[in-house]
Nanobody, 124 residues
Framework: QVELVESGGGLVQAGGSLRLSCAASGRTLSTYAMGWFRQAPGKEREFVARIRWSGSNTYYASSLKGRFTISRDYAKNTVNLQMNSLKPEDTAVYYC?????????????????WGQGTQVTVSS
């Protein structure tokens, strides 16, 4: 069992930055890969970024690479998403999720644990 709690969302002007955190708890975190997804109103949930809990391999949605950075903090048991140069189209609810898949997957259905989400709103 893995529990995920996101924080750090809010309202920011276009061009600004936000740092999201996902607090993870569970006895076997090292066996999971962690992902960030987002869902805008009226749209499907989409993949943002992924990182193995153990190891440093990261993977990003191609459209976001360079602006978003995923990382994890072992001391705090968090997975973080640094978002820079934010645009109004980045407005969405952002979710943290965990998968047991070893290979990189961007498919929502492959992620078995989800947080409740945190709202990010970027004003123009």
């Amino acid at each position: 069992q893995v529990e995920l709690v996101e924080s750090g969302g809010g309202l920011v002007q276009a061009g600004g930055s936000l740092r999201l955190s996902c607090a993870a708890s569970g006895r076997t975190l090292s066996t999971y890969a962690m992902g960030w997804f987002r869902q805008a109103p009226g749209k499907e949930r989409e993949f943002v970024a992924r990182i193995r809990w153990s190891g440093s391999n990261t993977y990003y949605a191609s459209s976001l690479k360079g602006r978003f950075t995923i990382s994890r903090d072992y001391a705090k048991n968090t997975v973080n998403l640094q978002m820079n140069s934010l645009k109004p189209e980045d407005t969405a609810v952002y979710y943290c999720a965990a998968t047991t898949r070893v290979v990189v997957t961007t498919t929502v259905q492959d992620y078995i644990y989800w947080g409740q989400g945190t709202q990010v709103t970027v004003s123009s």
